[in-house]
């Protein structure tokens, strides 16, 4: 019997969320890192969205709440993933795809498929786009590319489940 990965990755806005304190990321996780026992990883691709907002943010709240978020990563726990060569050029092909098939941007689709190569179980994101997009046809097109399809966490949903399911 196979083992699903135990990595959950997560995007910008999630950082940038649980930076400022949002409850329902913080909940999301010691839900995730806890009870679930994952490891939290940060794909490339956030690392450049946090940045992008360091560089060329114009709101200065905005921008400080990135460089929090970028300095927390280790006190966090979370682990910054990269992508090998040959991880690449799959990310690279399925980028392609997703953005020939999808109205999704850029970076998202930079962040699904690195997601996806890296063998994630999740990606932590409120990201609405990812949630209108029916599931089944980003799983095809992941399984196209020859590569892993991952659940899609909302972290207040993710805690209203784990209520239901667990308690407090």
Known sequence: MSTRSRFV???APFLLALSKGDPSCEAAVDFVTG????VITVPPATLVALFDIIDKET???YREAAQNAERSISQWGFFCDELD???DVYAKAAVKLLGEKTDLPDALCQ???????LKCAALLTDHSKLYKMRRENLEILLM???LDSFALLQPAILMEAAERMFGS
Do not use: F
């Open 9 to 11: 990755a997560v995007d």
């Open 35 to 38: 009870r679930l026992r994952c």
């Open 59 to 61: 709101t200065q709240e």
């Open 85 to 87: 060569d040959l991880q």
């Open 111 to 117: 962040l699904v498929a690195e997601a996806s190569v």
């Open 144 to 146: 196209e590319r020859g």
